[in-house]
């Protein structure tokens, strides 16, 4: 008792010079008293010595050689490298021992329940140091516990891996829908689009100077947005397929927003880069895409708005038309799914 | 000639595929051509287990070696072992709880335990809206979609599932390309036990991630 008594006075005036208090007894797991003490020693020497470090904001932990093999020495300092700092919150804490399967001729435990604060920037992380300590107490493993359950925990979460695949099923329907304008697979094209699609198609408008010679002027907002079905939007379609030999179209800035009220239901936004013999364009294109069925996913709605006007012979590279912030939104169309 | 002066397609990245795939429908296809002989050169080795890199589960029994995570908190290349009396590592292979059964998955196909024979009917998602079926052995079957595995991470998420059902996604990052595989795989504890079991999967290839900006939006 008398030992405990001192021993708890020692860790707590080495604690306070490092600025805080933490100290570990055994409660459990095994009965030898001289174990007990190597074992707590080695423990608050580990809590006050990342304190301490901690504090000062030193660059290494600093452990004894007599309490700390190399590799236990070297964990704790990984551990340090890798998390930024850590420190040992205030308290007075109590844990298991659990006796280890042998290695070779000695006998090892496992001692629990010794917490550590991991700092990342502004926020906290706590975690579970677990030690492997030899009959000596001296200590020749520092590992950080996996939270209990934690694999149950992972499986509890696992809603947000079916949210990530089903978003992942999205883009790779929207890389489809480009390779389908490359390959002008109108069949593809044809079976995506719903009979009832809603297609807004942006241009920059034009004004008459001069002689009647038509121009384009970069000053934004002026858009003209058409509004097509399915079936002209496919027929145009048709005809730029047989015109151009070949086209080349690429995406950049894909965002992608689920619909609050139905969980297949996405709105796409990204930057297109369209390139065929003798036209060029750069434009936003929002797409509303309906994922219930994975084989065939439908688009309800397509809109492209200018990005910059490109068609300008005086065409600024700095001159945007129309700005993210003007792009359409899922918010802008009211779907009912049937 | 504004096309040949103003070149916008350059500054947006095209997605690259493997095996020299000119685009999606290609590399969809190689794949499914590779399936559908069934065959594959195995690439993938179990992961070798340093002991000092294993972390202790709050049972006591069971360690985990530390993989990467991919995009959520639950999709993980980690592996999960047991101690020997010898303390030689062993890779979980039990399905005695749900949680054992899904560390069993994980390891399964992740690579870290052998396929043996069980068997998978695999749906492929492919380019045009296609979606043949094929049934081959497992193991072959993830050869094939790691690929030619050096540039390829696998990581492993075991979803919720119905008590007699298990479920996991499995995504492929080819680091190299930037371009992704997800094999969304269906068995029972039964089936993941026995080495003949049946496994089913829906297959999703050569999912560029190189265009993608923000994928966890919510509509307001």
């Known amino acids: 008792m008398i030992r405990r008594l001192c021993f708890a006075v020692a860790a707590v005036i080495t604690a306070l010079t490092a600025g805080a208090q933490a100290t570990f007894c055994v409660n459990s797991g095994i009965s030898d008293e001289a174990l007990i003490t190597r074992i707590e020693n080695s423990v608050n020497d580990l809590m006050t010595s990342i304190n301490v470090c901690y504090v000062k904001d030193k660059d290494k932990v600093q452990l004894s050689k007599e309490l700390f093999s190399e590799g236990a020495r070297n964990d704790v300092n990984e551990m340090w490298e890798g998390t930024g700092h850590m420190s040992v919150p205030d308290g007075d804490y109590a844990g298991p021992v659990i006796r280890l399967p042998k290695v070779g001729q000695h006998d090892a435990y496992e001692v629990r329940n010794i917490p550590v604060d991991f700092h990342r920037g502004d926020s906290i992380m706590r975690h579970e140091l677990v030690l492997d300590v030899g009959t000596s107490g001296k200590v020749f493993a520092v590992k950080v516990a996996v939270e209990k359950h934690s694999f149950m925990e992972l499986m509890a979460n696992s809603g947000e891996v079916d949210d990530l695949a089903q978003r992942l099923r999205v883009i790779n329907f929207v890389e489809q829908f480009r390779t389908a304008y490359i390959r002008k697979d109108l069949e593809f094209l044809e079976s995506v689009y719903s009979d009832d699609a809603l297609i807004i198609t942006g241009r920059v408008l034009q004004h008459k100077v001069g002689g009647g010679m038509k121009d384009r002027m970069n000053i934004r907002g002026k858009t003209v947005l058409t509004r097509q079905t399915k079936q002209e939007y496919l027929k145009n379609l048709r005809g730029i397929f047989k015109r151009k030999d070949w086209l080349k179209i690429d995406f950049e800035d894909l965002e992608i927003v689920k619909d609050l009220r139905y969980d297949n239901l996405y709105g796409v936004t990204l930057k297109q880069y369209w390139q065929s013999p003798g036209y060029s364009d750069i434009g936003w294109l929002f797409l509303i895409i309906d994922m219930r069925d994975m084989a065939r996913p439908q688009i309800y709605v397509r809109t492209w708005q200018p990005y910059k006007d490109t068609q300008n012979k005086g065409y600024n590279k700095e001159d945007i038309i129309t700005t993210r912030d003007e792009v359409f939104e899922l918010e802008d169309f009211r779907i009912e799914l049937l | ?220």
């Open chain 2, 1 to 220: 000639m504004l096309a040949t002066i103003f070149c916008p397609a350059a500054m947006a990245a095209t997605p690259e595929y493997a095996g020299g795939a000119t685009d999606k429908a290609v590399a969809d296809s190689l794949i499914a051509m590779r399936l559908d002989a069934g065959t594959s050169v195995r690439h993938t080795t179990p992961p070798v287990v340093d002991i000092k890199r294993l972390v202790a589960m709050s049972d006591s029994v069971t360690y985990v070696l530390p993989g990467k995570r991919y995009g959520v908190q639950a999709l993980r290349s980690d592996v999960y072992v047991t101690l020997g009396s010898d303390r030689k590592p062993h890779f979980v292979c039990d399905a005695t709880t749900k949680t054992r059964a899904g560390m069993t998955l994980s390891n399964l196909l992740l690579q870290a335990l052998p396929a043996g024979k069980r068997w998978v009917t695999l749906h492929h998602y492919m380019y045009g809206g296609k979606v043949p079926c094929f049934s081959l052995p497992l193991g072959t079957a993830l050869d094939i979609i790691a690929g030619s595995g050096k540039q390829v991470t696998a990581y492993c998420a075991v979803t919720k599932s119905p008590a007699d059902k298990l479920h996991a996604i499995v995504i492929y990052h080819d680091k190299v390309l930037n371009v992704l595989h997800m094999l969304d795989v269906t068995t029972t504890p039964a089936d993941l036990m026995s080495d003949t079991g049946d496994f089913t999967a829906l297959l999703n290839t050569n999912i560029p991630m190189s265009y993608l900006k923000s994928i966890w939006g919510i509509s307001k």
